[in-house]
């Protein structure tokens, strides 16, 4: 029953034992995020939150399954401008013609583009996409996507550096701005 949703966790360290993802496996996830270390300051409030009890014990729902699903409809009432579907397909066909990538991204890349850019702008309080919605998840969309080709992997070519640079190559589509808030969800 909807909503359906799937989190996977990734420890980089950890990997003995397992193999990597293939390709089309990897191409299934929407959007992948590197979380990092905390600050020293964030760990230290961490350890402090630790003190009582442990955080898990206390965390409750912060949404309905139904709020959840009228949220995923509410995002499919974004507008998305022609221009700005073409400035989607623009960058994933880039990807697939750069001299450094071995693979470049899939259709399923350009749908997934497509659909978190419709939930960035939702999220920023807007019924429509901008070029900046697209640009600000491109590299959590396509990262995990891409296979640099040997010779750059070599050469110590980032992945996040080619999505730097064909954003920055590939024009930004001029958009009229529509009403700033998102329609309402029906229940």
Request: glycine fraction near 4%; hydrophobic fraction near 40%.
């Amino acid at each position: 029953a909807p909503p359906f949703l799937i989190i996977a966790t990734q420890n980089p360290v950890d990997h003995e034992g397992t193999f990597p993802l293939p390709e089309a496996q990897l191409d299934r996830f929407l959007i992948k995020l590197s979380l990092g270390y905390p600050t020293q300051e964030e760990e230290s409030q961490m350890l402090e939150m630790l003190k009582k009890q442990h955080p898990l014990e206390s965390i409750g729902p912060v949404a309905t399954a139904e709020q959840l699903v009228a949220c995923q409809r509410l995002v499919r009432t974004v507008h998305v401008d022609e221009k700005i579907r073409h400035y989607i397909t623009q960058i994933v066909h880039a990807t697939r013609q750069h001299h450094d990538l071995a693979l470049g991204g899939s259709p399923r890349a350009s749908i997934a583009l497509y659909r978190t850019s419709d939930a960035i702008a939702a999220i920023r309080g807007r019924n429509y996409v901008e070029p900046d919605d697209v640009k600000s998840i491109v590299p959590s969309v396509l990262t995990h996507r891409l296979i640099l080709r040997p010779e750059s992997r070599l050469q110590n070519v980032k992945i996040e550096e080619l999505l730097t640079d064909i954003l920055d190559e590939t024009e930004v589509p001029l958009i009229a701005p529509r009403s700033p808030k998102p329609a309402p969800a029906s229940s």
